[in-house]
C-alpha cells in the first residue's frame, strides 16, 4: 500500500525550533519530487516546500524562507521539514505529498500532489 | 507568486444537481492545475490533474476543464459524499500556489 506517515508535531513556545518527518511506503521515494504543505486550523491549504528526487531542486514559500529547511533521505525512504524560529502564525496542520511528476520542465517532473499523509499537528504558543 | 482565485467561496446544491466551480490563475499556467477535494478532519484527494484529468479512482462525475487563466471543475450529478471543501492549485510555477477553497454544502 502506498503510504505516507508523518510525525514530530508538537505544542511548542514561540522561537524555537521542530523536526518534522515523513515516512513513505509501498512505492519507489526516489522517483518522486515530495512536498511539505500545512494547513492553519479552519483555513485552505498552503504549500510551504518542495524537494526533488535528488534535493537538487528545493523551494520555499516565502513565509518559511530562511527559517524552514526541506532535506530527504533516499536511502531511509523519509522526508523531514526542520522548522526553526517558529512563530504562532506556523500553527497549523503540516502534510506530506507526493508529487505525481507528470509535466516535465527545467531538467525535473513535476506534476499535482497525488497521495498525501494524514499530517502532523505543529502549536506554536506560549 | 501566481495567484489562484475560486469563486464562489460557498456553493449551495441539492444532491442530483449540477456543481460549477471556478478558478482563475493571475496569469497563465497552461493546463498544469489541479483539483482536490477535502471534507473534514481527512487529507486532500486530488480528483483531477492536468485540468482535466481524473486521478485513479475519481468517479465519471467529476470533470475538469479550462486552460491558461480559467479552469472549472463540474460535478455532473452531486451525491451525498461530494459534500465537501474544493481547492484548485497550480503546479506551472514555483512556489505551488492553492485557491482559498470552495465549500459544496447542501442547499
Known amino acids: 500500500e502506498v503510504q505516507l506517515v508523518e510525525s514530530g508535531g508538537g505544542l511548542v513556545q514561540p522561537g524555537t525550533s521542530l523536526r518534522l518527518s515523513c515516512a513513505a511506503s509501498?512505492?519507489?521515494?526516489?522517483?518522486?519530487?515530495m512536498h511539505w504543505v500545512r494547513q492553519a486550523p479552519g483555513k485552505g491549504l498552503e504549500w510551504v516546500s518542495g524537494i526533488n528526487w535528488n534535493s537538487g531542486r528545493i523551494d520555499y514559500a516565502d513565509s518559511v524562507k530562511g527559517r524552514f529547511t526541506i532535506s530527504r533521505d533516499n536511502s531511509k525512504y523519509s522526508l523531514y521539514l526542520e522548522m526553526n524560529t517558529l512563530r504562532v502564525e506556523d500553527t497549523a496542520l503540516y502534510y506530506c505529498?507526493?508529487?505525481?511528476?507528470?509535466?516535465?520542465?527545467?531538467?525535473?517532473?513535476?506534476?499535482?500532489?497525488?497521495?498525501w499523509g494524514q499530517g502532523t499537528m505543529v502549536t506554536v504558543s506560549s | 507568486d501566481i495567484v489562484m482565485t475560486q469563486s464562489p467561496a460557498t456553493l449551495s446544491v441539492s444532491p442530483g444537481e449540477r456543481a460549477t466551480l471556478s478558478c482563475r490563475a493571475s496569469q497563465s499556467v497552461s493546463s498544469n492545475v489541479a483539483w482536490y477535494q477535502q471534507k473534514p478532519g481527512q487529507a486532500p484527494r486530488l480528483l483531477i490533474y492536468g485540468a482535466f484529468t481524473r486521478a485513479t479512482g475519481i468517479p465519471g462525475r467529476f470533470s475538469g476543464s479550462g486552460s491558461e487563466t480559467e479552469f472549472t471543475l463540474t460535478i455532473s450529478s452531486l451525491q451525498s459524499e461530494d459534500f465537501a471543501v474544493y481547492y484548485c492549485q497550480q503546479y506551472n510555477n514555483w512556489p505551488r500556489t492553492f485557491g482559498q477553497g470552495t465549500k459544496v454544502d447542501n442547499k
Open positions: 505529498a507526493r508529487d505525481e511528476g507528470a509535466y516535465c520542465s527545467g531538467g525535473g517532473c513535476y506534476g499535482a500532489f497525488d497521495i
Open positions: 509501498g512505492f519507489t521515494f526516489d522517483d518522486y519530487t
